[in-house]
């Protein structure tokens, strides 16, 4: 019969075989498991980004037989109708859209053709993190049988879950480099080319495609009368927004600039915001990368907070 000082000992040494089964059985069975799971979702998160459906081996994953991996054709319009066509979108390039803008009971026509794309740069960063995230995943799957630690994997997750979590702001963010933030005139993507007081992007925010116009009239510090800036005049630089009074404007958030002013740097002219027209549009690939970041971050947590608990458990 044990004495009652070797029962905990007893009781040391079953808690730490048991520690010891368990963490066996996590790096021998589940978390090679997880990790190709983990593997699924992130491919599937290329696919939807990408431009193209990707070849893994011969694992061929079900659920990708659903999704559209071709260009796809979004159709878009404001609810008042004053700005309204389609863009056809294959992985991150814009690779033709037709856009008409209604100002001042005038139609103005213009299109976007693959001979000058427009770049989405958003999903394009967004494709290259989870490219990240799947090469870290790619190094802990070929170390899973050697004897590396435990730490050793919890900072792999750490930075797989980092990496997604980038690819998901940069689809549910405003773009930085955006008007006012930059003032960005493009002379060869929009044909026949824009007028000198319209200012028109294509971008991603809260998981949806969003196409913007901007009416622009310029102000001059030396002259009263007002004038249209050229594309030419507009320099790509940084750019300062003031709401009328001169408060700063925070130009990462998403109201209307209506109103507003755009102080150009280096030069006297100030450009007033008159009309801006915005059109979101859902985007069944943006959907689905949201869905299967979700997914990811779920196995992810699960598997780093089990490392965490037999971590400290030894």
Same mark, same amino acid.
């Given at each position: 019969?044990?004495?009652?000082?070797?029962?905990?000992?007893? +009781?040391?040494?079953?808690?730490?075989?048991?520690?010891?089964?368990?963490?066996?059985?996590?790096?021998?069975?589940?978390?090679?498991?997880?990790?190709?799971?983990?593997?699924?979702?992130?491919?599937?998160?290329?696919?939807?980004?990408?431009?193209?459906?990707?070849?893994?081996?011969?694992?061929?994953?079900?659920?990708?037989?659903?999704?559209?991996?071709?260009?796809?054709?979004?159709?878009?319009?404001?609810? /008042?109708?004053?700005?309204?066509?389609?863009?056809?979108?294959?992985?991150?390039? +814009?690779?033709?859209?037709?856009?008409?803008?209604?100002?001042?009971?005038?139609?103005?026509?213009?299109?976007?053709?693959?001979? @000058? *794309?427009?770049? =989405?740069?958003?999903?394009?960063?967004?494709?290259?993190?989870?490219?990240?995230?799947?090469?870290? /995943?790619?190094?802990?799957?070929? %170390?899973?049988?050697?004897? @590396?630690?435990?730490?050793?994997?919890?900072?792999?997750?750490? %930075?797989?879950?980092?990496?997604?979590?980038?690819?998901?702001?940069? =689809?549910?963010?405003?773009?930085?480099?955006?008007?006012?933030?930059?003032?960005?005139?493009? @002379?060869?993507?929009?044909? *026949?080319?824009?007028?000198?007081?319209?200012?028109?992007?294509?971008? +991603?925010?809260?998981?949806? /495609?969003?196409?913007?116009?901007?009416?622009?009239?310029?102000?001059?510090?030396?002259? *009263?009368? @007002?004038?249209?800036?050229?594309?030419? &005049?507009?320099?790509?630089?940084?750019?300062?927004?003031?709401? *009328? $009074?001169?408060?700063? /404007?925070?130009?990462?958030?998403?109201?209307?600039?209506? $109103?507003?002013?755009?102080? =150009?740097?280096?030069?006297?002219?100030?450009?007033?915001?008159?009309?801006?027209? %915005?059109?979101?549009?859902?985007?069944?690939?943006?959907?689905?990368?949201?869905?299967?970041?979700?997914?990811?971050?779920?196995?992810? &947590?699960?598997?780093?907070?089990?490392?965490?608990?037999?971590?400290?458990?030894?």
């Amino acid at each position: 019969m044990a004495t009652s000082t070797e029962r905990p000992e007893q +009781v040391h040494v079953l808690e730490k075989a048991y520690l010891q089964a368990e963490t066996e059985w996590l790096r021998t069975q589940e978390m090679p498991f997880v990790l190709k799971e983990l593997q699924k979702n992130l491919i599937n998160c290329s696919d939807c980004l990408g431009n193209k459906k990707e070849k893994v081996g011969d694992d061929i994953l079900p659920e990708r037989k659903y999704l559209d991996y071709g260009s796809r054709l979004i159709s878009f319009e404001t609810p /008042l109708g004053n700005l309204k066509g389609f863009v056809s979108i294959e992985g991150w390039i +814009v690779k033709e859209a037709e856009l008409n803008l209604k100002i001042n009971k005038n139609v103005l026509k213009t299109k976007i053709t693959n001979l @000058h *794309p427009w770049i =989405l740069s958003q999903i394009q960063n967004a494709y290259n993190y989870i490219q990240m995230a799947r090469s870290e /995943l790619n190094n802990l799957l070929q %170390e899973i049988m050697t004897n @590396h630690s435990l730490s050793y994997f919890q900072k792999g997750l750490d %930075e797989i879950s980092t990496l997604i979590t980038k690819a998901r702001q940069d =689809l549910i963010l405003p773009n930085k480099n955006r008007f006012p933030t930059k003032l960005l005139m493009p @002379h060869l993507i929009f044909q *026949p080319q824009l007028p000198q007081d319209v200012i028109i992007e294509i971008g +991603v925010r809260n998981n949806q /495609l969003v196409v913007t116009a901007y009416v622009l009239t310029a102000k001059s510090k030396r002259s *009263p009368s @007002h004038q249209i800036l050229s594309p030419g &005049n507009v320099p790509n630089t940084e750019a300062i927004a003031f709401a *009328p $009074g001169g408060a700063l /404007l925070p130009t990462s958030g998403c109201g209307t600039l209506v $109103g507003s002013i755009v102080k =150009l740097p280096n030069s006297p002219h100030q450009v007033e915001v008159i009309d801006q027209m %915005e059109a979101h549009c859902n985007a069944i690939n943006l959907d689905c990368v949201l869905r299967f970041t979700e997914e990811a971050f779920g196995l992810v &947590n699960d598997l780093r907070d089990k490392i965490i608990a037999l971590n400290s458990g030894n």
